[in-house]
Nanobody, 114 residues
Framework: EVQLVVSGGGLVQPGGSLRLSCVASGFAFSSAWMYWVRQAPGKEFEWVAV???????DYGNSVKGRFTISRDNYENTVSLQLNSLKAEDTAMYYC????????RGQGTQVTVSS
């Protein structure tokens, strides 16, 4: 059974930071492209970041320069460091095996508010 278990969300003030982690199991993690996607209330899923098996990364324009995706193929984890957070980053964040979020796991809420 594929599982993607996310932790690390919460409430943070604008300009603050959070780190999200996703522990994966049930599939060949080390050879998988892994994504972070998010969904704000009333909006479509938005692709945030991707990391390939070799560690190459790419980011959505709205988070480029502020967020960093990383992975540990020994621990089967993928992480997302969120810096310089803005109110518009408020959303449910998901770890996913695809860009659309269709193969996502559970989510974690990130709320950016003063």
């Amino acid at each position: 059974e594929v599982q993607l278990v996310v932790s690390g969300g919460g409430l943070v003030q604008p300009g603050g930071s959070l780190r999200l982690s996703c522990v994966a199991s049930g599939f060949a993690f080390s050879s998988a492209w892994m994504y972070w996607v998010r969904q704000a209330p009333g909006k479509e899923f938005e692709w945030v970041a991707v990391i390939n098996p070799a560690g190459a990364t790419d980011y959505g324009n709205s988070v480029k320069g502020r967020f960093t995706i990383s992975r540990d193929n020994y621990e089967n984890t993928v992480s997302l460091q969120l810096n310089s957070l803005k109110a518009e980053d408020t959303a449910m964040y998901y770890c996913s095996r695809d860009r659309s979020g269709r193969l996502r796991g559970q989510g974690t809420q990130v709320t950016v508010s003063s």
